[in-house]
């Protein structure tokens, strides 16, 4: 082998351990210390490494998976009970709000979601203020942000965002006009349109959830 064939294939190499490395780390801070951006996460993780090659920087899809692999690894006890609770305070907030037609987003629905994690909702109404309003008139406490939404290369805008909480689970509503009901805007791990459930499907994952957790408390009488 060439000299110089041997130092690109050891670069390579460097770069992609180098990936692994950074990808680990970001999921490390994102799960203990809440962080949820991933473009700031991996980039904080680069600089806690010493990392500088822009090459070595993970797509968000690596890191999402190696939060699943953290989280498997680390936090195996509790990580399933906070997922199943967030899916069932999203069940209950998506009936409340039934008339905004909630979608489920988010770790919550992929599975991800831990002590940081909010409920994240999608709502529908073609006025900005109902949404509010509704929550107001019922009494319950607010906080508004405002988000920036991609749908496409040419389609983005500002959305408002309601911030709450409830049984000391967050929740985090982005109201979206009707027309949005038909596509979802982009992902921010994948740039493809986001995943979202209505309360059927997120209530198919809450039984899949008891599915599982029957099986286990099989298997572990059997161990015994």
């Known amino acids: 082998m060439a000299r110089g064939e041997h130092h690109r294939i050891h670069a390579q190499d460097r770069t992609q351990r180098n990936r692994v490395?950074?990808?680990?780390?970001?999921?490390?801070?994102?799960?203990?210390?809440g962080i949820r951006d991933f473009h700031?996460?991996?980039?904080?993780?680069?600089?806690?490494?010493?990392?500088?090659?822009?090459?070595?920087l993970p797509r968000n899809q690596e890191?999402?998976?190696?939060?699943?692999?953290?989280?498997?690894?680390?936090?195996?006890?509790?990580?399933?009970?906070?997922?199943?609770?967030?899916?069932?305070?999203?069940?209950?907030?998506?009936?409340?709000?039934?008339?905004f037609e909630p979608r489920l987003v988010g770790a919550v629905l992929e599975g991800t979601a831990d002590a940081?994690?909010?409920v994240c909702l999608h709502v529908f109404s073609d006025d900005p203020e109902a949404v509010g309003l509704f929550l107001r008139e019922r009494g319950v406490p607010f906080e508004t942000q405002?988000?920036?939404?991609?749908?496409?290369?040419?389609?983005?805008?500002?959305?408002?965002?309601?911030?709450?909480a409830a049984d000391e689970v967050p929740f985090d509503l982005t109201v979206l006009p009707l027309d949005a009901m038909r596509q979802a805007p982009l992902d921010r791990v994948d740039e493809k349109p986001m995943r979202r459930a209505a309360l059927p499907a997120v209530e198919e994952l809450l039984a899949g959830d008891d599915a599982g957790d029957e099986l286990e408390r099989m298997l572990a009488a059997v161990r015994r």
């Open 21 to 33: 490395r950074v990808a680990q780390e970001a999921a490390r801070l994102m799960s203990e210390h």
């Open 40 to 56: 700031r996460a991996k980039l904080k993780a680069a600089e806690r490494l010493g990392i500088l090659d822009t090459q070595a």
């Open 63 to 99: 890191i999402e998976q190696a939060l699943r692999e953290h989280q498997r690894l680390f936090h195996a006890d509790s990580q399933p009970q906070l997922l199943r609770r967030r899916r069932e305070a999203a069940t209950e907030a998506m009936r409340f709000l039934h008339a």
């Open 116 to 118: 940081h994690s909010a």
């Open 146 to 164: 405002v988000r920036h939404l991609r749908f496409g290369r040419d389609a983005q805008a500002d959305y408002p965002v309601l911030l709450f």
